[in-house]
């Protein structure tokens, strides 16, 4: 008898969430959509949002507290000379590792890099996820994007 009893609650929960979710899709089916042409209308981005890198060139002092403070180290950097004589020849950043964490913007004494609302990622190759900022190029080389 208690088994029976207990065949018979566990079927009437079953029916009554099957239910509940049956009149929550009706009640979204009927209700105004909510969609966007997403290329020519975007959604507005919130000011907090952590977007892909901007880095300025010209206040850069390659300190290196950038790429030492980066949780994942995706931040690469190549320098040469040092006080008026430095001369950055690299500034790298690998988005396949990148956590967007800002903790690179946080610690760096110049403001030369930070983040900006752009969100856009989309790539055909994995080595065009490694930008180079002072040379404004992917990590490919051009025999491979031929290809």
Known sequence: M???KKYFKQLYLGILTNLKGLFLTIKYFFKKKVTLSYPEIKED???SFRGIHKYNKNKCI???IC?????????DIESEGKGQ???IKGYKIDYSKCLFCS?????CPKKAIYLSNEYNLCVDKRCDLIVDFVKETSNCDNSKKEN
């Not at 790429?67 to 931040?75: G, L």
């Open 62 to 64: 390659a300190c290196l």
């Open 67 to 75: 790429k030492n403070n980066c949780p994942v180290s995706c931040i």
């Open 85 to 87: 004589d430095l001369k």
């Open 103 to 107: 903790m690179c913007e946080e610690n």
């Open 45 to 47: 981005i919130p000011l």
């Open 2 to 4: 208690k088994n029976f």
